[in-house]
């Protein structure tokens, strides 16, 4: 049952980047390997962490989220979920938690960004 409601609710797109240039690789706990992206702003005191609708991928809200993160001052993370764009696994919910968890991981131990100065947004999904 659990597969056949997941794929109803998940449907991701076909891959909109060819070369994840701008993208970096991030392991869930699951065993999926995800692209995420990080768009760093001098001086931002607010990281906002970005999970992408039912129908996106990262090559779809690149561009749109570097002039948000200039306009705002902020830094902007955000994440392919299992199954979506280039990344591996299949999208069900517990690898969107999976996912998300990995993400806030790299902020926090990577980027030493304080809980406190991370906004968790999406959409969608």
């Known amino acids: ?3 056949l409601i997941s794929s109803l609710l998940f449907q991701p797109p ?3 980047y060819l070369h994840p240039s701008r993208h970096f690789w991030l392991n869930n706990s699951a065993g999926c390997r995800i692209p995420a992206f990080f ?9 906002i962490l970005f999970s992408h609708g039912n129908a996106e991928d990262l090559g779809m809200i690149y561009d749109w989220f570097n ?4 306009v705002l001052r902020v830094n902007i993370m955000a994440y392919d979920y299992s199954g979506y764009g280039k990344s591996n ?3 069900c919910e517990d690898n969107c938690y999976a ?4 993400a806030y991981r790299y902020l926090r131990e990577v980027r030493h960004i304080q809980p406190e100065q991370i906004v968790l947004y999406g959409r969608s999904l």
């Open 1 to 3: 049952m659990g597969d």
């Open 14 to 16: 076909p891959p909109t």
């Open 39 to 47: 768009i760093e702003r001098p001086n931002a005191q607010v990281t």
């Open 67 to 70: 002039d948000l993160a200039r």
């Open 89 to 91: 696994g299949s999208p």
């Open 99 to 102: 996912d998300i968890e990995a």
